[in-house]
């Protein structure tokens, strides 16, 4: 890990944020290093490891931006997403929703206050629940939100428990196996109730990409590109699920990158102060760069799913 980001850290939070994010980045590597490709644990650590500078540069939502006109601000298309995939399920006043993999809480804060409803947000990274309840404590939405460090692929809630799930772009990261994504439909389907629905968007991919570029896909997203090649729909048909909504939306998260891409440009200085200028710079040709592979490989399909 670059010194510079240590001495980030150090100044913001201490000792106890510079041992954790040490940590995070031992037990990221590891799995790579031993296995030759991730594992769940190293998928929590990835994100234990990112989370602080995630925010500080995109905001409070880990998703791409969903941009329905190409007009919207950054902050916007995210909120259109995660409004996209709620509007999937429809929830009601006082239903039980489940988040999987909700990031630090944001979304669901947004749909439980949007909706009526109460909703358990599960996430496999600790640093993103703990970061997560001080901001739904902070938003005085912990009557409706609660945020619980679990597993998606074996979740501790009884059958049928859920009205309603939201997925919003987690699958992938959650998955790190073939095996881990029948698992994974299969707990969604057997935590939610009968006639229930399940709102679900995720980047795929439907070719593996050449090594050049997918070389930077795991710069950027911490996946292999093989990892990211699911036929979604026909995993959660084979589970049982009926299908009543689609779209695809990849050409509507393309402006995420030129939004991306502009906020590192308008705030240089202090991205160069915090990681130096070699990783500002590899870092920017990178974020160029994907729109252009997700463009020849990439689909991101939206989906309603009634069980």
């Known amino acids: 890990m670059p010194a510079r980001i240590l001495v980030a850290t150090w100044q913001e939070q201490g000792p106890a944020g510079c041992a954790r994010k040490l940590g995070a980045a031992a037990r990221m590597a590891l799995p790579i290093m031993l296995r030759g490709r991730r594992t769940a644990g ?31 601000t950054l902050a916007q298309a995210l909120d259109a997403h995660t409004d996209l995939v709620a509007e999937m399920v429809r929830p009601r006043r006082g239903e039980q929703i489940l988040d999987v993999g ?26 993103q629940i703990r970061q997560g309840r001080v901001l739904i404590e902070q938003r005085r939405m912990s009557h409706r939100v609660s945020l619980l460090r679990a597993d998606a692929r074996s979740l501790e809630f009884p059958d049928g428990y859920f009205d309603a799930i939201v997925c919003l772009e987690a699958a992938g990261d959650i998955c790190v196996t073939e095996r881990d994504k029948d698992r994974f439909v299969g707990e969604l389907h057997r935590v939610l109730r009968r006639g229930g629905r399940v709102g679900f968007s995720d980047l795929a991919l439907h070719t593996t990409p050449p090594r050049t570029d997918d070389r930077t896909l795991r710069a950027v997203f911490y996946h292999r590109g093989e990892e990211l090649v699911t036929d979604w729909p026909a995993r959660f048909a084979s589970q049982g699920f009926r299908i009543v909504g689609r779209k695809d939306i990849i050409v509507h998260t393309m402006p995420t990158w030129q939004r991306t891409k502009a906020v590192y440009d308008e705030r240089r200085s202090e991205v160069v102060r915090r990681y130096g200028k070699r990783i500002a710079d590899r870092t920017r040709t990178q974020v160029e760069q994907i729109p252009k592979i997700l463009a020849r490989y990439a689909t991101f399909p939206v989906l309603s799913l009634l069980k």
Request: charged share 20%; glycine share 16%.
């Open 102 to 127: 909700c990031g630090i809480g944001a979304p669901a804060a947004r749909i439980a206050e949007r909706y009526g409803c109460a909703v358990t947000a599960v996430n496999i990274s600790g640093e």
């Open 42 to 72: 190293g998928v929590a650590a990835y994100f234990d490891l990112i989370t602080d500078d995630g925010r500080l540069f995109y905001g409070d939502s880990f998703h791409f931006g969903y941009f329905p006109t190409g007009s919207e």
